[in-house]
């Protein structure tokens, strides 16, 4: 049988038909070997991969299953088999190509676009969702921002008929010139006032027997057999008929300021979503001063017309602007500041009376508000500030160096302006168990979820730890950690920098660590001496870390065996990797204190043996009695106390395998060496 070999030199050797039919049979005989031989190539190249991926698959399995056998605590790597699908998969429909849009968004992009006359303009999408919005069917007044805003338009309204009711009652303002523009005004608030009663006070959810109730006949009975309606019927009494008997008076519309309740729920309403309310408490408190010196200008403007405009030097004289210099009146009264003119009448005796009563009440109330609005303000400083002064007072009673003391007031004004608290715990500690866990996975999980150390642990034990975070400031230069100290805590950065130093002099910065950095979670695991810190960590700048206590994390394990164990041999293969030695080329490793014994070769056994069965002839036996005496005299030096901190022997014992067998070699062609010839020197671990 010929070679393919020989095949292929003899089809090359035909030469090519100079003239002929078939010029293209010559060409694919010469082209067929070279053909086959290829294809034969590709073939043992693609099952040579294939044999190196499998042998590279077996090799994978058998360390996990050596790894599984020496550690049972391991759980399976292996993938569950997914689940045939029910029904063939629907074909995707076809992708654009770029620079394309699909049809669908061409028509919803088209229909924003309007031709008017000669102009084309595009439609706002807000305007759309306008059109399309439908009112909600109930109402959470708690919580829902809408409501709030609905609010604020029927509080304008009311403040309306307070402030303007007793001015046009009052003062000569309102003429039947403008008398449509006030009328105008003052029905557009009774629209409000009706809408508020018709659409929103009958949708607020409301809670009965700890159930939130939305059903709509529910909350309108609630509504109606509230406080509340009856308050709100008697603000919409139409007493405006009185006006074709009586003609427009404005005190026919004074019901429409008992509509206060709706005051006071946007003031709750407002301040819960305030992050500064105090600002607003302190406006609203000003607005009731200024309100009730409106409210006594307006009654001195119709006492000084009661008794005639001028008539007396008590009274308003009529010149000027008459609300201005009403209002300046009622300052100087109220607030008792004095250089008014006397009396005359007994009416104005009586009224001036009743003005200082009432002044002098009204100011000592709201001078009382005021004050404890800016105390609730800068309670949180008056705190600060307490703490500050003891622990000021108690470092001078125990006379603390003055370097010591700075740093404790730095740290307590960079707190206080960083955080605005100085331990966060007390704040969080007045709110149930699932609200801090809710604070402390938006605040922290983010961060945490991104450690090593806790990936693939069960979900509800990484929460568990997050509520167990606390939070520490430290200042420049302070040491968060230091080499060779117990381990028992993991930080979190959280703001600011730390730098790792190390090297001869230990101040070399190895390594700068930002926020969201997280440094000594092996230590959270280590036993038997492997939490010990291995370089020291300061704050570089002002850092604010969290930390998560050992102690606090071995009682969360506790109720979470699997995680443990997923845990401690996660710390195994980190301490493993972390001392494991890096060999770095051109630098000399450092010698072993005491060597690894080799292994004794198989023949020296056999004549060391050999030499035990004969009796003790012979310079196998004499090399055996000198090895022992070797080491009796060198088990003596180390009990005389010789060594210090490395395995010291008195000269390098070396046992050279190869002069032992080349004295043997001497002694079996009839040249018996002496024994002490023989002098190789052993360690006491090789025997």
């Known amino acids: 049988m010929n070679q393919p070999g020989a095949t292929a030199n003899r089809l090359v050797s035909v030469p090519p038909p100079s003239d002929g039919p078939w010029p293209y049979a010559w060409w694919f005989a010469h082209s067929l070997p070279e053909r086959i031989g290829s294809a034969t190539s590709v073939s043992s190249t693609v099952i040579n991969n294939r044999l190196q991926e499998l042998v590279r698959l077996f090799k994978e399995r058998t360390e ?32 654009p190509p770029q620079g394309e849009q699909p049809e669908g968004e061409k028509v919803a992009e088209e229909e924003h676009y309007c031709e008017m006359l000669c102009c084309t303009f595009k439609y706002r999408p807000w305007l759309d969702r306008l059109r399309n919005y439908q009112f909600p069917s109930s109402i959470d007044p708690l919580t829902n921002l809408m409501y709030v805003l609905w609010l604020f338009f029927v509080v304008m309204a009311w403040n309306w008929n307070c402030w303007l009711i007793p001015v046009r009652w009052a003062f000569p303002y309102q003429t039947p010139a403008n008398i449509h523009c006030w009328l105008f005004i003052d029905y557009l608030c009774d629209l409000i006032y009706l809408l508020d009663i018709l659409v929103f006070q009958t949708r607020l959810q409301f809670v009965q027997g700890g159930d939130i109730i939305s059903d709509k006949k529910a909350m309108k009975e609630n509504y109606l057999r509230s406080q509340r309606f009856k308050m709100d019927l008697v603000c919409l009494l139409p007493l405006d008929f009185f006006y074709f008997r009586v003609g427009v008076n404005p005190l026919l519309r004074f019901p ?32 009731y001063l200024l309100y009730s010196l409106h409210v006594n200008s307006c009654l001195y403007y119709w006492a000084s017309a009661y008794e005639g405009l001028g008539s007396t030097t008590w009274v308003y ?36 009376l009743l003005n200082y009563f009432t002044g002098v009440f009204a100011f000592s109330v709201m001078i009382g508000q005021m004050r404890d609005v800016v105390g609730a303000a800068t309670a949180g400083q008056t705190y600060y500030r307490s703490c500050m002064d003891s622990t000021i007072k108690y470092m001078n009673f125990y006379k603390i160096p003055k370097t010591v003391q700075n740093r404790v007031k730095t740290w307590y004004e960079y707190t206080w302006h960083s955080q605005g608290m100085l331990d966060e ?30 990936q693939g642990c069960d979900r509800q034990m990484i929460f568990d730890m997050l509520k167990r975070l606390r939070s520490v400031v430290y200042l420049p230069n302070d040491y968060v950690c230091k080499k060779g100290e117990i381990g028992r805590e993991m ?51 002002f850092a604010n870390l969290f930390i998560l ?68 002839k012979g ?62 020197q052993l360690c006491r671990n090789c025997l």
């Open 64 to 95: 996990k299953v050596k790894e599984k056998l020496t550690d049972p605590d391991i759980t399976s790597d292996e993938e569950s088999p997914t689940a045939s699908p029910a029904k063939p998969a629907l074909p995707t429909a076809p992708v």
């Open 317 to 352: 004289d009529g010149e000027g602007n008459s609300y201005i210099r009403c209002y300046y009146w009622a300052v100087k009264t109220l607030i008792t500041i004095g250089g008014l003119p006397d009396p005359k009448t007994l009416f104005e005796i009586v009224f001036q």
């Open 549 to 616: 206590d050992k102690k606090d994390l071995n009682e969360i394990l506790v109720h979470y065996p699997e995680s443990q164990k997923l845990l401690k041999k996660k710390a195994k293969k980190m301490l493993k990797s972390n001392n494991k030695p890096k060999d770095v080329k051109g630098v000399p490793g450092d010698s072993l204190i005491i060597p690894p014994k080799p292994d004794t070769p198989k023949l020296f056994q056999a004549a060391l043996a050999a030499a035990g069965r004969t009796g003790g």
């Open 619 to 680: 310079p196998l036996a004499q090399l055996r009695w000198r090895l022992r005496e070797l080491k009796a005299i060198q088990a003596t030096q180390v009990s005389m106390g010789r060594m210090s901190g490395r395995c010291w022997h008195p000269a390098p014992i070396i046992f050279d395998i190869q002069s032992i067998f080349a004295k043997l070699w001497q002694h079996g062609r009839g040249r018996a060496p002496a024994a002490d010839t023989l002098s190789c």
């Open 256 to 287: 429409r300021c008992l509509k206060y309740m709706a005051f006071f729920e946007f003031n709750n309403r407002l301040e819960a979503i305030l992050t500064k309310a105090y600002i607003y408490r302190v406006i609203r408190t000003t607005a």
């Open 425 to 454: 715990s007390e704040l969080l500690v007045q709110l149930p168990d699932k609200m801090r866990l809710d604070i402390a996975i938006d605040v922290n999980y983010s961060i945490v979820s991104k450690v090593a150390l806790f």
């Open 491 to 541: 930080y979190i950065i959280q703001a600011g920098h730390v730098q790792v130093l190390g090297g001869p002099d230990g101040k070399t910065v190895l390594v700068t660590l930002k926020p969201g950095s997280v440094f000594g979670e092996i230590s959270l695991l280590a036993a038997g001496g492997g939490n010990r810190r291995t370089a020291n960590v300061i704050a570089h700048g």
